[in-house]
């Protein structure tokens, strides 16, 4: 088919796909999921991290963790809106949210135990996100691209905030450094299965890097986010939790044991730690919202018709 | 030392931190995206705030206790806040109802407080206006939206105003430390800011469609101290939490 | 010192201590003034557990902490209770249900222990024996009532089942500790409680008309202290506000 | 009337009277209203104390805490019964308190804000109430009599604990003395206020002490409590907030200055500190319990006629 053929060329040359250019529906269809969960991971990754904003301990901690929140919903937004371009409303996207049908990234599904989880999520969550988004910055589709943009340059600002808080907790008091290596204990193995398992059981891969709305491979990405986490874990002090993780002078990347994967598709079956709580949290707020979005909207048809009656 | 003055800096700091808190409790909840944008926005000003004020209280008392100190090692009965600031959410109909009877109070009150008599103060109300100006345009907006909106969400307007009605009336009522500063050109005195008030929350629930309570008494209790809501005490169980277990570490 | 047994203390007394403050949580609000008597009672029960094994368990660890200490001085990763015993309240039907799930293990456990090797231990046990075979009879007759109910009653009382379940496991998980104690006769393998357990679960459900969830998924991470839910530390908060803001204070 | 006048003579020569006797109507409403009020005032009475049974400071004060709210729940649950044996049944009652048609004692609308209320509500608040109290152990009516002897047992068991706490805390930091003092500050007045008017204004007195309803002036057992609690803060080294309060030698007893009656008829009217808190608590737990209420009855009518079909 000719257009399939000028699509991928367009890509392969570098070009920029945009909303009303002719695309495949594959591509379109993988594009709504990829940038759909991408979109309900800013919303639910809101959970956790507000979980601390009421006992932030100091005025500076808790403005900056109310300022990254507010970033993420912000994400949230560009994001549904690039996924709008393709021709879905983000309610729709919502309602499969919220229905379970569509996924959001597996760490928002365990908890946030101490005040150090603010600083491991920033550090790790926000670094292995950084680590999956920088390639995206030059994706195919344009909006998603120019969305990664703008995301891209405020995840690096929280990351640098998370690895903050993991110094001070790390050269802080005995207890301090005791939740400083509880939570790096907790979200090490969580965090390197944010990349995905091995490429060789991903099912969507090849199409998706000729598309270009995948850009590396998840074993690729995950050697890189280890060769630049495990020095800064030594940096702090502190001991991942995998005794095989050393830098190997051969390869030159560090060697590492792949997490936990039962536990990665247990938590994708529903059976992490936080499933029910983070879609009934989101479920209660969207259910508790109704009233309010139907207010708001019959109080704007009124004055829309208040208005076109006075014309 | 100047301990009206003090006093004043930490009703200011006090409404502004608790309230913030109050706000912040919405993180991730709120009715839609949007909303959840704007209630970070508001709660991060008004954290912002609290430092100005709070930061200013202890260098004028002037006993090594910054805005930290301040915020998370004084127990109830020092705390400063009008009882409005430290009411539940409740629904966000309510949360936005309390907003608004705030925020139009503490715009005017800025307002005056941009031509205090010192500087200092001047300072941080002018930028607190900037901030606050958009607060109470965006909450003036949602309690027309909603009290004009649907029956469903009419009703639960008045019923939130009904509700949070009694706990206005503290923020007019003046007492020795208001004096004080009155005196000192420093602040207004509480009582001359109601015919503005009640001039702009009428014609705000005129356009809602709200009725204003008939009955107008006021709690009081809050901003002397003499006597909070049982709901202060839970909050600072979470808001101080960590500082409070943890006193030798820093954050 | 003897670690292993200090841990397994600190289980029975978590459980016990976390589990009673959830239950004390109801005070007041009840559905009707017998439940909340019997519910207060519950409460008292669990607190007086709580104080014998946490009281064992700071003698023998030998480091100078009484049971006040350990409940009140510890942060959430040191906590040994099982992840059901956090979970919240809910609605009554899932605070019932959550009390006969415990109820049911906790009186086969203290049954086991009433034989235990340490006499201490076998005392704590058979004291408390009395108080849970009377919680147990309680709770299983209101998961009866409202289970076999209305269909509303029935509907809730499935859905605390169905959202409960997952954390029934974990208190049959085995690990070094439980090891230590079958091996020196104090305490039995959680996985052979399971049995009895299964068959006094299947008989009140049966007349409850309730269905077993078919999905044995297990959440576990609360008994090790491994990973507990976002539940306890905010319960922590209110339980220990008091002695972690006034650490120097006698109450 | 004949029966009228036995019943008086009944009355006046210390005989009791039993649900099954004749009685005038006014006494029969009265004594509904009395007892219906003071069951009420135990329940709702729950509510200031519970809001601190979880933050309660020591394993043994939570449990003394607990105890003391469950023997008020149990209370409420024999002065019900009392009522009922006059022919209302308790969900009649109890629709009167959650419509607010119904009163429960005013003190119950003041806020429990430090540890120390807890004393001062065991010291104070419990203190009036047995002032009340022990006299109506000899009141007319059999039951509630009955209900008053178990009450005033109790009740002075808890007055005792309450000053216990006080002493801890007056004899305990400068924080503890500090929440000591402001307890008593907030409530001093509040429990004065517990008597009730003075009697000069007191529009059911005579009638009711004639009946034996009422066995005191509220004049006096105001009077009998300052001469009881005022030597009691001496002693604990907290200072009355009332400057006038000084021991008369000539009277023989303490002089004080009458409480803020205005605000006694604003607690009334319901804009006491936490009136509107108190009811919808107990509304709210009467609406979430209906379908438990409902569940309960329904299993039991069900057992009933499997029961009847067997026979």
Known sequence: EPDERAFQERINAGGKIEPKDWMPEGYRKNLIRQIGQHAHSEIVGQLPEGNWITRAPTLERKAILLAKVQDEAGHGLYLYCAAETLGVTRDDLTRDLLSGKMKYSSIFNYPTLTWADMGAVGWLVDGAAIMNQVPLQRTSYGPYARAMVRICKEESFHQRQGFDIMMKMANGTEAQRKMAQDALNRFWGPSLMMFGPSDAESVHSAQSMAWKIKMNSNDELRQKFVDQTAPQAEYLGLTIPDETCKFNEETGHYDFAQPDWDEFFDVLRGNGPCNTERLEARNKAWDDGRWVREGLLAHAAKKRSAKMAAE | ?251
Chains 1, 4 share one sequence.
């Open chain 2, 1 to 251: 030392m100047n301990t009206p003055l003090f006093e004043f800096l930490c009703r200011m700091g006090d409404n502004t931190l608790v309230l913030g808190h109050r706000v912040s409790e919405w993180c991730g909840v709120a009715p839609v995206l949007e909303e959840d944008i704007a209630l970070a926005n508001t709660a991060l000003d008004l954290i912002g705030q609290t430092q100005l004020w709070l930061g200013m209280a202890g260098e004028v008392e002037g006993k090594d206790r910054d805005a930290d100190k301040l915020a998370f090692h004084r127990d109830v009965w020092d705390f400063r806040n009008a009882l409005l600031c430290e009411q539940p959410n409740g629904d966000f109909g309510q949360t936005m109802m309390r907003q608004f009877l705030f925020d139009t109070w503490h715009l005017i009150m800025l307002k005056a407080l941009a031509g205090s008599s010192n500087e200092q103060i001047a300072a941080i109300a002018e930028k607190s206006v900037k901030e606050v100006t958009y607060h109470q345009e965006r909450s003036a907006d949602t309690v027309i939206g909603l009290g004009d909106g649907t029956e469903e969400s009419h009703m639960r307007m008045q019923k939130a105003l009904d509700k949070l009605w009694p706990y206005v009336g503290e923020l007019f009522i003046g007492d020795e430390v208001d004096a004080a500063m009155v005196e000192q050109g420093i602040a207004p005195d509480p009582a001359s800011l109601r015919a503005t008030f009640d001039s702009q929350l009428d014609a705000v629930l005129a356009e809602a469609t709200l009725t204003k309570p008939a009955d107008d008494f006021a709690h009081k209790g809050g901003k002397t101290g003499a006597r909070h809501t049982e709901h202060l005490g839970h909050m600072l169980t979470q808001m101080q939490w960590l500082q409070r277990a943890y006193p030798d570490a820093s954050w």
